[in-house]
């Protein structure tokens, strides 16, 4: 009986050996883990960041330049074209 339970005894503490192992290496991982993300996705997520950025602001050159004068003439041509319909239908 003493021989079963020495023998458990020193199952045991193998067993708590690996898990110690483990844990270590588990550790070990996470930290390369946080590295990469630091050190990987940071300079990826910044660069896709600076291109919002400038798509953002190409949109609005765009939208000053070309878009709103285009709206207005186009407003101001379909006004007159309506007001001339007018004209002409009481003649």
């Known amino acids: 009986m003493a021989f079963v ?3 458990a005894i020193i199952l045991l503490a ?4 690996v898990i110690g192992v483990v844990l270590i290496i588990l550790v ?7 590295k990469l993300l630091r050190e990987e996705i940071k300079p990826i997520l910044d660069s896709a ?10 949109t609005v050159f765009v939208s000053d330049t ?11 041509a379909s006004g007159v074209t309506q007001a001339l319909r007018i004209l ?4």
């Open 5 to 7: 339970r020495d023998l």
């Open 14 to 17: 193998l067993e708590s050996l």
């Open 28 to 34: 070990w991982e996470i930290r390369n883990l946080a």
């Open 49 to 58: 960041d600076e291109t919002a950025r400038t798509v953002r602001g190409t």
């Open 66 to 76: 070309f878009v709103n004068p285009l709206v207005r003439a186009s407003s101001f």
């Open 88 to 91: 002409i239908r009481r003649r």
